[in-house]
């Protein structure tokens, strides 16, 4: 059997597919809490995890990642607290990287070891941190994973904390921020978050979480004028949440300053089409590791395989029943206006706007004002 190829190949390649939202719709299913996110479900429900993890990989994701949002000590004392803590993160980092190998195995995927923010960065100082992104690390060299990505950040002072610990790994990096057009908790512009993750030397660069398919693509289109500047040239990776707000967009935490965060988001949920829009322009402008963050389901995922499957040289394992813009069964439907064909057509999807408007509720919510502390 030929070797696996690894992250940098396949980037050199062509577009990478990702994976999409694991907590968030482990929560849906009942498998996590929302507010604490921590995902315990890898130990107290397996055969959830691992099912997720198959639907992204059936729906054409080259990547899967590791379980492990939010798997850390103090991270996980925090979510319960004051409950007993039962698991501790390398308990759960383990478990983990068992379930995402074996759904990568099945497919020939990657496995992606995550590294996440930790509360003790803030609370107890850098020494601490280390300790907690030392733990993660030591899981992640007994399980050789594929490469380590850290998400989800907001501070550049800490992802590049983090980011030297990745580094004793000896594996391809990634390193991704929750930023918007606003840059992080400190006001560092994305341009300049960007320039220093890329002077990290981690070989991936970009944004996940907090702002939508919109948005990210805006600060990615800033970040790829600044590298350019700079003559850095890492991969750009952007992972962008599954909910429509464009009016987080000004807030400097993105969907979390929305009145519907967390348990109302659904009428915001983008739709396949949208992801086959954001995949087709984040490729154009640059962007090679394309997926999702909170709110992305498989069905989005199977949109960016399908949209960018003349570029990876493949379909993903299953294609949506539409078969991509006009399968035969429009052709062969009952009703006219779908067997005249209109419908088969991939202009008709791409232009398509859904209505989403329930009769006496407000059309747009209004974010509420942040201060940091
Ligand atoms: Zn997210």
Excluded at 46 to 66: C, F, I
Excluded at 111 to 139: L, T
Excluded at 337 to 364: H, L, Q, V
Aim: with cysteine; glycine share 8%; net charge negative.
């Amino acid at each position: 059997m030929s070797e696996k190829k690894g992250i940098l190949q396949r980037l050199a390649e062509g577009p990478v597919v990702g994976d999409g939202s694991m907590c968030f719709i482990l929560e849906k299913r009942g498998y996590a809490k929302a507010g604490p996110w921590t995902p315990e479900a890898v130990i107290e429900y397996p055969d959830a995890v691992l099912q997720l993890h198959k639907e992204y990989v059936r729906s054409g994701a080259d990547v899967v990642q590791t379980a492990s949002f939010y798997s850390n000590d103090d991270k996980l004392a925090y979510g319960r607290k004051g409950e007993e803590v039962i698991h501790t993160s390398a308990e759960i980092n383990d478990a983990a990287c068992k379930l995402a190998k074996k759904a990568a195995d099945e497919n020939g995927c990657l496995v992606c070891g995550g590294f996440s923010p930790v509360p003790s960065y803030k609370k107890s100082g850098v020494e601490a941190a280390r300790v907690e992104y030392r733990k993660q690390a030591k899981v992640y060299q007994e399980h050789d994973v594929d490469f380590v990505m850290a998400e989800f950040f907001h501070d550049i002072n800490e992802i590049e904390l983090c980011a030297s610990e990745m580094k004793k790994l000896n594996k391809p990096i990634a390193l991704c921020m929750r930023v918007g057009l606003m840059g992080d908790v400190n006001g560092v512009s994305p341009e300049e978050c960007a320039i220093r993750m890329a002077k990290t030397g981690a070989e991936i660069i970009g944004t996940n979480c907090s702002y939508d398919t919109d948005t990210s693509l805006k600060v990615m289109k800033r970040i790829v004028n600044a590298l350019k500047k700079e003559d850095l040239h890492p991969y750009l990776i952007c992972q962008p949440i599954g909910y429509v707000c464009p009016d987080a967009e000004n807030s400097p935490i993105g969907f979390y300053s929305l009145i519907e965060y967390p348990l109302c988001l659904d009428p915001r949920s983008m739709t396949r089409i949208e992801a086959h829009k954001f995949a087709r322009e984040a490729w154009e402008i640059g962007v090679r590791y394309i997926g999702g963050c909170c709110g992305f389901e498989p069905h989005h995922i199977r949109a960016i395989a399908q949209e960018l499957a003349a570029e990876r040289g493949r379909k993903p394992p299953v294609e949506d029943m539409a078969q991509a813009f006009g399968g035969e069964y429009f052709k062969t439907s009952l009703v006219s206006d779908i067997a005249s064909g209109e419908t088969a057509t991939r202009e008709y999807w791409m232009n398509m706007k859904p209505g989403f408007g329930r009769p006496f509720n407000p059309s747009c919510s209004k974010p509420k004002e942040v201060k940091f502390n």
